[in-house]
């Protein structure tokens, strides 16, 4: 019982953290998108001035 207790607590501390990290590589992912984002329009694309119309 005791074993079974202490293994479903590492189990969701594990799953939390998984969580945690995953919310992290959103974070960061987001970041990227927003940087790229922010140099195709400093460079002005063809490619980006056609989606503007």
């Not at 293994?7 to 960061?28: C, D, E, G, H, P």
């Amino acid at each position: 019982m005791n074993i079974a207790h202490n293994l479903a607590q590492v189990t969701i501390r594990l799953f939390a953290q998984a969580n945690k990290n995953m919310a992290s590589l959103y974070k960061v992912n987001q970041q990227i998108k927003e940087t790229k984002e922010s140099k195709d329009i400093q460079t002005f694309t063809p490619n980006r001035i056609q989606q503007c119309f």
